[in-house]
T-cell receptor, first 110, second 112 residues
Framework: DAKTTQPPSMDCAEGRAANLPCNHS???????VYWYRQIHSQGPQYIIH???NNETNEMASLIITEDRKSSTLILPHATLRDTAVYYC???????????FGPGTRLSVLP | SQTIHQWPATLVQPVGSPLSLECTVE??????LYWYRQAAGRGLQLLFY??????ISSEVPQNLSASRPQDRQFILSSKKLLLSDSGFYLC???????????FGDGTRLSIL
């Protein structure tokens, strides 16, 4: 079973920031938080991951709360092409399985 | 840079026919390799993973099998397909540790 909880769907206006929340209240100390997205009929695309510090790359920012029980993926300026299902996953160094739950279906609206 | 290739992109097969899906990775050595299946509207289910040539771990009992004949080649097979084998099959790779898995574009398999 997935160790994360995400809202099933969200809307965001084009050009605005999209903030996607994820709860992982049972996360353990050696588990990382990963974010992927999947556009229909394509394989999941890796976005970003982190352990406890906030992370930023060319695609997004990841904000992890101090207690690490939740995180937020931020797409700073959402475009129509960011419409996808976004998955939040927790996994440790030794686990082989990335458990994908239902994710959040983000719709970017013009 | 590393790339992962899966083929074919789509496949339609009759019940009872054999299956062979291939996945290859370029630009890295000794990757961990994975086969996942995604049913329509559902999350991904890990089927097999491999940490080296000839080493296969199965996560779910089924009529599928996997092989790794070369370091960067991972094959998913079946001797006789069932209707329930329909789905979107994804191959992924990673290095050890906390590195993310990277997925191919998948094969959409339909069983008639």
């Amino acid at each position: 079973d997935a160790k994360t909880t995400q809202p099933p769907s969200m809307d965001c206006a084009e050009g605005r920031a999209a903030n996607l929340p994820c709860n992982h209240s049972t996360i353990s100390g050696n588990e990382y938080v990963y974010w992927y997205r999947q556009i229909h009929s394509q394989g999941p695309q890796y976005i970003i991951h982190g352990l406890k510090n906030n992370e930023t790359n060319e695609m997004a920012s990841l904000i992890i709360t101090e207690d690490r029980k939740s995180s937020t993926l931020i797409l700073p300026h959402a475009t129509l092409r960011d419409t996808a299902v976004y998955y939040c996953i927790v996994r440790d160094n030794y686990g082989q399985n990335f458990v994908f739950g239902p994710g959040t279906r983000l719709s970017v609206l013009p | 840079s590393q790339t992962i290739h899966q083929w074919p992109a789509t496949l339609v097969q009759p019940v009872g026919s054999p299956l062979s899906l291939e996945c290859t990775v370029e630009g890295t050595s000794n990757p961990n390799l994975y086969w996942y299946r995604q049913a329509a509207g559902r999350g991904l289910q890990l089927l097999f993973y491999s940490v080296g040539i000839g080493q296969i771990s199965s996560e779910v009992p089924q009529n599928l099998s996997a092989s790794r004949p070369q370091d960067r080649q991972f094959i998913l097979s079946s001797k006789k397909l069932l209707l329930s084998d329909s789905g979107f099959y994804l191959c992924a790779w990673t290095t050890d540790g906390n590195q993310p898995q990277h997925f191919g574009d998948g094969t959409r398999l339909s069983i008639l």
